[in-house]
């Protein structure tokens, strides 16, 4: 299973809870799972562990439902991208360090995890490279851990290729 369907709701009912959702609230983007569905609203638990309460009349405009998520336990196949920007003169020894931590990383689906070299700003003597992975988990807080690890890891990569 992979996050695929997104559903557009105009109400709040046909939420439940775990739903990955994306709204607005009180001009603010909310993006999270639903942690609790009471009578007068829901609580969202965003990515850092926030969590936002919403009355049903504070919702402007339409709340996006992501389908095909983690349910009765079973396994969800999640696929993250990021881009990195790297001294131009240390491409190749950086793409291979990038290699090794996705070995290293059990969590991972090596077959699926891949660095490409996607622009190049030569007036700041950088490029960017595409960075992306799958991992499959059974709840969406072993996502967030195995992907902050992973940044983190590459992270430390630029950081010290700086």
Request: hydrophobic residues 40%.
């Amino acid at each position: 299973m992979v996050l695929e369907l997104i559903y557009i709701l105009n109400r709040w009912e046909s939420l439940g809870v775990n739903d990955l959702i994306a709204t607005e609230a009180r001009g603010k983007q909310i993006f999270g799972f639903v942690e609790s569905k009471g009578w007068f609203g829901f609580t969202i638990k965003m990515n850092k562990g926030e969590r936002v309460f919403i009355s049903n009349g504070k919702v402007n405009g339409v709340i996006i439902k992501f389908g095909n998520q983690i349910k009765e336990g079973k396994h969800c196949n999640w696929r993250f991208t990021t881009d990195l920007k790297i001294n131009i003169n240390q491409v190749h020894r950086v793409e291979k360090e990038i290699y090794k931590i996705f070995k290293e990383d059990k969590d991972l689906e090596q077959e699926d995890a891949f660095v490409l070299l996607s622009g190049v700003d030569w007036a700041n003597k950088t490029a960017v490279f595409l960075v992306s992975w799958i991992t499959k988990t059974g709840t969406h807080e072993e996502y967030f851990t195995i992907r902050d690890a992973l940044l983190l890891k590459l992270q430390k990569l630029i950081d010290t290729n700086s």
